[in-house]
C-alpha cells in the first residue's frame, strides 16, 4: 500500500508562507493524482487542492485560489504545496492523498482509506 508522509509544516506569522511536501518511498508519485487536505481543530476536514497525474490539471478551493500553488518535484518524487500570503484561517493539520484522478467534486470528498500524520500549520503573529 502506497504511503504518504507530509511534512514543512510550522508556525508562521500572517502574510508568510510556507511549502509543504508529500513524499513516498517505493512508489513514484508521477502514477498518482496526489490532493492536500487540511483540518482545523474544531471542524471536518476539507480539500485544499489536488494536481491530476501528467499535471494536466489541478484544482484548488476557493479560500486558497491565488494563495496556493501544487505542483510535482519529480527530482524529489514528491508534490509539494506552496502557500503564500498565509492567513490564520489557513491553520490546521495538513494531509496529502492519493487517487487515481483529481477533480473538484473529489476534493469535497475526503473519504480516503488511511491517513498520514498530517504536518501542523499554525498562522499566527
Known amino acids: 500500500q502506497l504511503q504518504l508522509v507530509e511534512s514543512g509544516g510550522g508556525l508562521v506569522q500572517p502574510g508568510g508562507s510556507l511549502r509543504l511536501s508529500c513524499a513516498a518511498s517505493?512508489?513514484?508519485?508521477?502514477?498518482?493524482?496526489i490532493y492536500w487536505f487540511r483540518q482545523a481543530p474544531g471542524k471536518e476536514r476539507e480539500g485544499v487542492s489536488c494536481i491530476s497525474t501528467g499535471d494536466t490539471s489541478t484544482y484548488y478551493a476557493d479560500s486558497v485560489k491565488g494563495r496556493f500553488t501544487i505542483v510535482r518535484d519529480n527530482n524529489k518524487n514528491t508534490v509539494d504545496l506552496q502557500m503564500n500570503n498565509l492567513k490564520p484561517e489557513d491553520t490546521a493539520v495538513y494531509y496529502c492523498?492519493?487517487?487515481?484522478?483529481?477533480?473538484?467534486?473529489?476534493?469535497?470528498?475526503?473519504?480516503?482509506?488511511?491517513w498520514g500524520q498530517g504536518t501542523q500549520v499554525t498562522v499566527a503573529s
Open positions: 517505493g512508489f513514484s508519485l508521477d502514477y498518482r493524482a
Open positions: 492523498a492519493h487517487e487515481s484522478y483529481c477533480s473538484s467534486g473529489r476534493l469535497l470528498t475526503p473519504t480516503f482509506g488511511s
